[in-house]
T-cell receptor
Framework: DAKTTQPTSMDCAEGRAANLPCNHSTISGNEYVYWYRQIHSQGPQYIIHGLKNNETNEMASLIITEDRKSSTLILPHATLRDTAVYYCIVRVVNYGGSQGNLIFGKGTKLSVKP | DTGVSQNPRHKITKRGQNVTFRCDPISEHNRLYWYRQTLGQGPEFLTYFQNEAQLEKSRLLSDRFSAERPKGSFSTLEIQRTEQGDSAMYLC???????????FGEGSWLTVV
């Protein structure tokens, strides 16, 4: 079973920031937080991941609380093409060693509206 | 295009027929994963390989399903005696143990009629 809790759906106005929350209260020390999104009928697309520090890349920012029990994915200027299902996943990662698989929940359906 | 490649993208088959999907991972990725996704659900893990070794199989992978990765490069997923419940999108993904982000292909849609 997925170890994360996300809202079923969210709306966001085009051009505004989209803030997608995720709860992972049982996260372990060696589990990373990963975010993927899936646009209708396509394969999941990797967005970003982090362990405990905030992360930013060209697609999004990831804010992880100090206790690591929750996180927020931020799309700074949402466009219509960002309409998708967003999945928050926790995953064990040991670089060069054992790594967990991605266990998907149902995610958050983000609708960006003009 | 150096992403994960899956073929065929769409397959319609009659119940009882066998089907095979192929996945070509990103070059030099030593891990390869198969997932299945039905409408309205998130992807479900089926199995994964490290090089040519199949290291984990989900209980979703019934005995009608077989996956191979004979030379540690491309992989095939075969479904024998297809049933209507097998209708789904089959996703392949790959990663490298030193850079463990997993990248997905576009999926292969199966419709069993």
């Amino acid at each position: 079973d997925a170890k994360t809790t996300q809202p079923t759906s969210m709306d966001c106005a085009e051009g505004r920031a989209a803030n997608l929350p995720c709860n992972h209260s049982t996260i372990s020390g060696n589990e990373y937080v990963y975010w993927y999104r899936q646009i209708h009928s396509q394969g999941p697309q990797y967005i970003i991941h982090g362990l405990k520090n905030n992360e930013t890349n060209e697609m999004a920012s990831l804010i992880i609380t100090e206790d690591r029990k929750s996180s927020t994915l931020i799309l700074p200027h949402a466009t219509l093409r960002d309409t998708a299902v967003y999945y928050c996943i926790v995953r064990v990662v040991n670089y060069g060693g054992s790594q967990g698989n991605l266990i998907f929940g149902k995610g958050t359906k983000l609708s960006v509206k003009p | 295009d150096t992403g994960v490649s899956q073929n065929p993208r769409h397959k319609i088959t009659k119940r009882g027929q066998n089907v095979t999907f192929r996945c070509d991972p990103i070059s030099e990725h030593n891990r390869l994963y198969w997932y299945r996704q039905t409408l309205g659900q998130g992807p479900e893990f089926l199995t994964y390989f490290q090089n040519e070794a199949q290291l984990e199989k989900s209980r979703l992978l019934s005995d009608r399903f077989s996956a191979e990765r004979p030379k540690g490069s491309f992989s095939t997923l075969e479904i024998q005696r297809t049933e209507q419940g097998d209708s789904a999108m089959y996703l392949c993904a790959s990663s490298h143990t030193a850079r463990p982000t997993i990248y997905f292909g576009e999926g292969s849609w199966l419709t069993v009629v």
